[in-house]
């Protein structure tokens, strides 16, 4: 079966697909247990601070368009008085399904790791941050059904996965406590299915 790309599949909808991912893989290397607590994790859990500063730095750097509906900014009063209370009560209804939500430091820290990235010489000469965001490949690997979410498939046709960490000195520890060598595999494997080189 070749690989199909899809644009436009809300993450949500990604997480529910029943198809191996690298996350799933390292759930199924401890019990089958684990992979289907997992799956049922994905629904409900709330975000990390480091969670939800990576996914806002996502938001800046490869999606900018997103950031007025999942990226909004939170009411500065506080919630003493009953009209403060109300303020915030208005602005959590009026908040888009995923929308993330940021203390003004988690925001402040989100966007200065995105400037760096997006005034980065380097990466503005080999054009890295130009191409489809956030694509979901689907395909099948020796019979198992499975799945990617590059962070971003360049014009010039380069994988890009986008990476935050709360120690840039120790990099190392994260790539070893998130498994980040794993997925750059799987997603060199979703590279190979979907022709992309």
């Known amino acids: 079966m070749t690989a199909q790309?899809?644009?436009?599949l809300a993450i949500g909808e990604y997480h529910k697909l029943e198809r191996l991912s690298p996350s799933g893989i390292g759930a199924l290397l401890r019990s089958p247990a684990h992979y289907q607590a997992q799956r049922e994790e994905w629904a409900t859990r709330e975000p990390s601070k480091a969670l939800r500063i990576g996914s806002a730095v996502h938001l800046l750097v490869l999606e900018p368009e997103l950031v007025p509906t999942m990226l909004p900014v939170a009411p500065t009063v506080p919630k003493r008085s009953n009209a403060d209370k109300a303020t915030w009560a208005e602005w959590e209804a009026s908040l888009a399904p995923g929308a993330l939500r940021l203390t003004a430091d988690e925001r402040e820290t989100a966007e200065s790791a995105a400037a760096a990235v997006l005034t980065h010489e380097?990466?503005?000469?080999?054009?890295?941050?130009?191409?489809?965001?956030?694509?979901?490949?689907?395909?099948?690997?020796?019979?198992?059904?499975?799945?990617?979410?590059?962070?971003?498939?360049?014009?010039?046709?380069?994988?890009?996965?986008?990476?935050?960490?709360?120690?840039?000195?120790?990099?190392?520890?994260?790539?070893?406590?998130?498994?980040?060598?794993?997925?750059?595999?799987?997603?060199?494997?979703?590279?190979?299915?979907?022709?992309?080189e």
């Open 122 to 196: 380097g990466i503005r000469r080999a054009e890295l941050l130009k191409g489809r965001a956030e694509v979901s490949i689907l395909w099948e690997q020796d019979g198992a059904p499975c799945k990617a979410r590059p962070d971003l498939i360049t014009e010039r046709g380069f994988v890009v996965d986008l990476k935050t960490t709360e120690d840039a000195a120790d990099f190392e520890r994260s790539v070893a406590q998130y498994s980040y060598h794993r997925q750059a595999a799987w997603l060199q494997m979703a590279a190979a299915a979907a022709d992309i």
């Open 5 to 8: 790309i899809h644009e436009g």
